[in-house]
């Protein structure tokens, strides 16, 4: 154990995901599919060998500059550990091209969920479980850097809270290994608990185990896999929906993701994230109910209850898939749909994608956090414009998050919609149409993949694109993922200087 802390940590990640592997070779070995549980066992033996062989002449090396070495780590985690990850799934499917593959493991592992295959019937349940297994390592892989690199270096929407140490601050002295091993010790038996628990209850709602285990895990993760195209084609029903609705409010609030109940019962009610989801998913989902009576819209069945009720509960769990950067949809998202009469949702799903879930969880977009502070700061603006010599009432800290927070929200914002911008205009040279290209930046970059399917087109489908536009989505998923301030960090000259 001692050896194997020296090693880098890309080295560790190599050899989890080896490891990782044993698991799709056992489940193929058990559905007695042998090609495809001796391919994953002699990938998992080759990337473990290679990995202690890097690691062992390594594992002396010092590094000379921690936060350099951990945000390049982060980067190249996201960027080059699917390219790995991605071997047997090349050599089973071997009408997929190597760069195809890489495209589907970078999107389990950075959580999107965008998926080459319309048909999930198409490949093995055991292809399925390790797209499964890779998001649902992507995510701890997220929660644990997001702890121990994005907070220390004050980015990742953690620049937003006020008990954050500064780069360069005491958190900095503090030695890399420990700093993991706190984060992994902390977030591990949660994250692995709850995604026990929730595929428990879905067993008893009356899901299969494999696709009760896949759901939990793509729950957590919040990359909408699913091994059979999500929440329509399941069988718990209701039931699902409302325990996978409740398990994707972890992506609301890091605070949630722990075992310590009374610490949460204390800080949630106090957590503008989570007050600010509440108030969203409270919204929209009454407009859009509300709306078919406003519009007084002749739909089907509008005056049966039941289709109402079948309605209302579509919208409401849609918009915490999409608000959370999941990308389920409600098996009643179509009736959802009808009964608002909106021609055109796929807007408010995007604009949700865009607002994020929390910081240091498994969500993309912008981050709730970010998103408050820019709504405090516009309450406390219209309040000047009506009183110009009122004082606001609020804390000192409370002061400075409105102005300095929304300040740091702004800019993020700014550099979110220009990457959209240019992920956008990158993608329409290519020769997609506009709102395609759109759309899938958004699900790029917000790391929701599902939601370039939620344009209502159905001939939009990633197989369909094109090598180049693959590499550019690939870009912009690794971008989103670890969003564009650790890449500026990496240009500043502190962390170049001896």
């Not at 550990?81 to 970078?106: N, T």
């Not at 998001?135 to 994005?150: I, K, Q, R, T």
């Not at 414009?385 to 927070?405: C, E």
């Amino acid at each position: 154990m001692n050896a194997l802390r020296q090693y880098p940590l890309f080295v560790l990640l190599m050899m989890i995901g080896g490891l990782a592997m044993l698991v799709p070779a056992g489940h193929a070995a058990k559905q007695q599919d042998w090609l495809t549980a001796r391919v994953f066992f002699q990938y998992s033996i080759l990337v473990l060998t290679f990995s202690v062989l890097i690691g062992t002449a390594m594992m002396n090396r010092k590094v000379r500059n921690v936060s350099r070495a951990n945000l390049i780590t982060l980067i190249l985690g996201f960027a080059l550990l699917p390219a790995f990850l991605a071997l047997p799934f090349w050599q089973v499917l071997p009408y997929l091209s190597f760069e195809r593959a890489y495209f589907e493991m970078l999107s389990s592992f950075t959580t999107t969920g965008a998926t080459l295959f319309d048909d999930p019937f198409r490949i093995s349940e055991s292809l399925h479980l390790w797209r499964g297994l890779v998001a649902w390592l992507g995510g701890f892989f997220m929660l644990v850097a997001a702890v121990s690199v994005l907070e220390p270096l004050n980015i990742g929407g953690f620049e937003m809270r006020e008990t954050m140490a500064a780069a360069g601050g005491p958190a900095m002295r503090i030695e890399n290994d420990v700093r993991l091993l706190r984060a992994v010790r902390a977030l591990l038996p949660p994250y692995f608990l709850f995604t026990a628990l929730l595929a428990l209850l879905l067993i008893f709602s009356g899901e299969r185990v494999f696709i009760a285990t896949i759901h939990a895990m793509s729950t957590l993760s919040t990359s909408a896999i699913s091994p059979v195209s999500g929440m329509e084609n399941a069988h718990a029903g209701w039931g699902g929906e409302l325990l996978i609705a409740v398990f994707l409010l972890f992506a609301v609030s890091s605070k949630l993701m722990t075992l310590n109940l009374p610490q949460v019962v204390r800080t949630i009610p106090k957590d503008p994230e989570f007050h600010l989801t509440m108030l969203v998913i409270g919204l929209l989902p009454i407009f859009m109910f509300a709306r078919h009576w406003l519009a007084a819209l002749d739909v089907a069945q509008g005056d049966n209850a039941m289709a109402g009720l079948s309605a209302y509960w579509g919208s409401l769990f849609t918009t915490i898939s999409y608000l959370t950067t999941t990308g389920f949809e409600s098996s009643h998202w179509h009736d959802a749909q009808r009964w608002s009469g909106l021609s055109a949702t796929g807007i408010l799903l995007f604009g949700l994608a865009v607002m994020g879930g929390g910081v240091a969880t498994t969500a993309g977009g912008v981050k709730l956090l970010r998103i408050y502070a820019l709504y405090r700061h516009g309450l406390r603006e219209l309040e000047h414009m009506v009183n110009p010599s009122s004082v606001g009432r609020s804390g000192t800290s409370t002061r400075r998050f409105r102005r300095q927070g929304a300040e740091l929200a702004w800019v993020f914002l700014m550099l979110f919609l220009m990457a959209i911008t240019v992920v956008a205009l990158a993608l329409a040279m290519d020769g997609i149409l506009f709102e395609d290209a759109f759309a899938l930046a958004i699900a790029s970059l917000t790391n929701t993949g599902p939601i370039y399917l939620a344009l209502g087109d159905p001939s939009a489908h990633y197989a369909t694109l094109s090598d180049t536009a693959l590499g550019i989505i690939s870009v912009a998923m690794v971008l989103g993922r670890v969003e564009a301030l650790a890449f500026i960090a990496l240009l500043n000259p502190d962390y170049w200087r001896n």
